[in-house]
């Protein structure tokens, strides 16, 4: 099993442009998790899906967030525009039914996200 | 408002020594906490996990401790290894929109010195 898989590892990017980040979860997972991490705020929920629906976004900071989940093997978050402030290490997990309950989610190796 | 709170940024402990992780939690409706580690440039692992009618669970050197009366717990590392170094996150978990989603706290960066 090769883990959550998170594209790309490193993203530098200009104020303004429009960023795409990736993630494939583990196979036969339900529930997809995306969070982004700074030193300030800590690991945040921005929003989950489970059996590719989103449930809950309202961690998403703003509409220039948007993230899918076009099938149960892919998920992509979009940050359009740009901004410094976005600028955090991105994490995607994902888990098996309610078992991250007591066992916790796989997460990916995250993203980091710079924007100049 | 932090319903999940690491107040100790970092540790230092001597390796063979025990480390002492503490975190405090504000919600008396969380069920079931957890520990993950995170090494640098990789995403946490998932390390133990306390349910709310326990107040003790073991696992190899790994104990976390539950005061629910005091709303904290810990995580013991006993020995310590200079491998344990990485951060800990404490999270606490509760039912919201039919899931269990956790809430994190900051971290807490443990070093182990040889």
């Known amino acids: 099993d090769a883990g959550v898989i998170q594209s790309p590892r490193h993203e530098v990017t200009e104020m303004g442009q429009e960023v795409t980040l990736r993630c494939k979860p583990i196979?036969?997972?339900?529930?997809l998790f995306w969070y982004r991490q700074t030193m300030m705020r800590g690991l945040e929920l921005l929003i989950y899906?489970?059996?590719?629906?989103?449930?809950?976004d309202s961690g998403m900071p703003e509409d220039r967030f948007s993230a899918k989940m076009p099938n149960a093997s892919f998920s992509t978050l979009k940050i359009q525009p740009s901004e410094p402030r976005d600028s955090a290490v991105y994490f995607c997990?994902?888990?098996?039914?309610?078992?991250?309950?007591?066992?916790?989610?796989?997460f990916g190796s995250g993203t980091r996200l710079t924007v100049v | 408002d932090q319903q999940v709170k690491q107040n100790s940024p970092s540790l230092s402990v001597q390796e063979g020594r025990i480390s002492i992780l503490n975190c405090d939690y504000t919600?008396?409706?969380?069920?079931?906490f957890l520990w993950y580690k995170k090494y640098p440039a990789e995403g946490p692992t998932f390390l133990i996990s306390i349910s709310s009618i326990k107040d003790k669970n073991e696992d190899g050197r790994f104990t976390v401790f539950l005061n629910k009366s005091a709303k904290h717990l810990s995580l013991h590392i006993v020995p310590s290894q200079p491998g344990d170094s990485a951060v800990y996150f404490c999270a606490a978990s509760r039912l919201s929109g039919g899931s269990y989603i956790p809430t994190f706290g900051r971290g807490t960066s443990l070093i182990v010195h040889p």
């Open positions: 997990a994902s888990s098996l039914g309610g078992q991250h309950r007591a066992r916790g989610y796989t």
């Open positions: 919600n008396s409706m969380f069920d079931y």
């Open positions: 899906f489970n059996n590719n629906v989103p449930i809950d």
């Open positions: 196979s036969g997972h339900d529930y």
